[in-house]
Nanobody
Framework: QVRLVESGGGLVQPGGSLRLSCAAS????????MRWYRQAPGKEREFLAH????????NYAGSVRGRFTISRDNAKNTVYLQMNSLKSEDTAVYYC?????????WGQGTQVPVSS
């Protein structure tokens, strides 16, 4: 069974940093691209970052480029999202996603409130 479990969320002050993790199981992690999304209250889910299976290519949404970094450790079946210079508008539930054979699988999400 394909499963994704996010962790690492929590309250952070503006200007602070946080690293999110997404632990994967049930599929051959290293051959699948991974993505991070977020959903702020009252808004649609927003794409943030993408990384290829071997981690050799990444791309980002304009809203987070230069502040967020996606990475992965295929030995640990885990993808990360390093978030720096956080702003109040980054407050959201953060999700990782994988497309396995045409089926999108999402984690349960981890909350990141950015507030002083």
């Amino acid at each position: 069974q394909v499963r994704l479990v996010e962790s690492g969320g929590g309250l952070v002050q503006p200007g602070g940093s946080l690293r999110l993790s997404c632990a994967a199981s049930g599929f051959t992690f290293s051959i699948y691209d991974m993505r991070w999304y977020r959903q702020a209250p009252g808004k649609e889910r927003e794409f943030l970052a993408h990384i290829t299976g071997y981690g050799d290519s990444t791309n980002y949404a304009g809203s987070v480029r230069g502040r967020f970094t996606i990475s992965r450790d295929n030995a640990k079946n885990t993808v990360y999202l390093q978030m720096n210079s956080l702003k109040s508008e980054d407050t959201a539930v953060y999700y990782c996603k994988v497309d396995v054979l045409g089926n999108d699988v999402w984690g349960q999400g981890t909350q990141v409130p950015v507030s002083s």
